[in-house]
């Protein structure tokens, strides 16, 4: 009975520590004002287990490769990635190893063989890469998200340019009527209006919504941008010429998808159709024949 009772524990235990972990507040902005008016959180499990994982979170992220990579993804995703994010990210998921590691011995103290092992190694692995994979996986769809609604926002930037609107209004424009459509597109103009209102310079605004979008269609777009802007010249008439060339390159990969579709049904299609198929033609002629030779 405790042998079937302790998975189940284990699954709600498990997904517990990913709600509390996935729960916090993460806004820095709101926790320094916190501190500063004196409302500190007392001290929860989590906090008195990440004073014990922070030396192990160090070393795992002493590697310049491993933390880049982190440092990125947290970057790409939108959040603070300094190098006390990182190691708070790194200390979440030792910390969700740890939690899993424990029932893992649980539960090899009542069922000790081979296939346990394979299975307590293959859970603690998931529970290790659980994060990046669904960070990456979220980074994933919003630039798919922003790939499909980029050429519709840049055709209205184009026409709010042209109408007269300064670039900076037009960007806040385009965030406020995209807010609806595509928050992925309405977020990251924002975060652009927002950051050249906050006193960095256009060109480092770009840059840094390059960086975190990285899509060959984006990186052009900064660098049109700034480049006509340092060469003096008419933004107006660039953006007109970026949005013909934008506007051809989602129409070639539109072509390019239906033309690949025909070979993306042939295999379904053996699979699935023509077994049918033939079942239904070499039906009747089977139980012709198998009537005959009875007979």
């Known amino acids: ?32 004002l916190r501190k500063a008016s004196g409302k ?8 008195a287990f990440a004073d014990i994982l922070k030396p192990f979170s160090t070393k795992n992220i002493a590697n310049q490769v491993s933390k880049n990579k982190i ?7 939108g959040v603070s990635s300094s190098d006390e994010d990182v190691l708070e990210f790194e200390n979440r998921r030792l910390f969700s190893l740890l939690i899993a590691f424990i029932f893992c011995v649980l539960y090899l103290l009542f069922s000790f063989n081979i296939t346990s092992v394979s299975c307590v190694l293959v859970v603690c692995f998931v529970v290790y890469k659980y994060p990046e994979y669904r960070i990456q996986k979220i980074i994933e769809k919003k630039r798919k998200e922003f790939t499909r ?3 519709d926002a840049l055709d209205l930037l184009s026409v709010c340019v042209e109408a007269g609107l300064g670039v900076d209004g037009a960007i806040e424009r385009v965030a406020q009527e995209f807010s609806e ?38 990186r052009s777009f900064c660098a049109m941008l700034v480049q006509s802007e340092k060469m003096g010249t008419s933004i107006a008439q660039s953006l007109r010429v970026y949005c013909d060339s934008l506007r051809t390159r989602k129409k070639q990969r539109i072509e390019e998808l239906v033309q690949s579709a025909s070979a993306k049904m042939t295999i379904p299609m053996i699979l699935f159709l023509l ?21």
């Open 149 to 151: 609604f980029f050429p």
């Open 181 to 218: 459509l595509s928050k992925a597109v309405s977020s990251e103009f924002t975060r652009l209006s927002k950051d050249v209102m906050s006193g960095l310079s256009r060109e480092d605004a770009l840059k840094n919504m390059a960086k975190r979008i990285d899509t060959q269609d984006i």
């Open 275 to 295: 077994p049918a198929l033939f079942i239904v033609i070499l039906y009747p002629a089977v139980i012709k024949i198998m009537e005959n030779m009875a007979g």
């Open 1 to 32: 009975m405790l042998l079937k009772i302790l998975p189940i524990l284990i699954g709600l235990w498990f997904g517990y520590f990913i709600y509390i972990l996935q729960s916090d507040d993460d806004n820095f902005i709101r926790k320094r």
């Open 71 to 77: 440092h990125t993804m947290l970057y790409s995703l």
């Open 40 to 47: 500190i959180k007392k001290r929860s499990l989590y906090d």
